[in-house]
Nanobody, 120 residues
Framework: QVPLVEPGGGLVQAGGSLRLSCTASGSIFSVDAMTWYRQAPGTQREFVAGILSGGDTKYEDSVAGRFTISRDSAGKTVFLQMNSLKPEDTAVYYC??????????????WGQGTQVTVSS
């Protein structure tokens, strides 16, 4: 089991910025990918951004150029810097981590989610 802890989130005015973080702990041998998804009320969870072990990143079109995904040197904490926030970015944001433990078992875990609210 690989617990994920997601502090951060909060309320911000349109045009403002927030930084989310997510830290994975436990018996982690390697991390293959770290992602951020979000889910607004009445909608399905959608992909926001992802970063692979080699450093390649990918963004959903509506956030490209405004959001930046990164990770720490240990590769166990992922960040999402969100700039120029819009009311439509309001959602619960979830981090996801995929990798393997020291027993070479694969894992894929989700964080508990953190609320981001952007006021107009």
């Amino acid at each position: 089991q690989v617990p994920l802890v997601e502090p951060g989130g909060g309320l911000v005015q349109a045009g403002g910025s927030l930084r989310l973080s997510c830290t994975a702990s436990g018996s982690i041998f390697s991390v293959d990918a770290m992602t951020w998804y979000r889910q607004a009320p009445g909608t399905q969870r959608e992909f926001v951004a992802g970063i692979l072990s080699g450093g390649d990143t990918k963004y959903e079109d509506s956030v490209a150029g405004r959001f930046t995904i990164s990770r720490d040197s240990a590769g166990k904490t992922v960040f999402l810097q969100m700039n120029s926030l819009k009311p439509e970015d309001t959602a619960v944001y979830y981090c996801g981590v995929r990798g393997s433990d020291y027993a070479k078992r694969s894992f894929a875990e989700w964080g508990q989610g953190t609320q981001v609210t952007v006021s107009s």
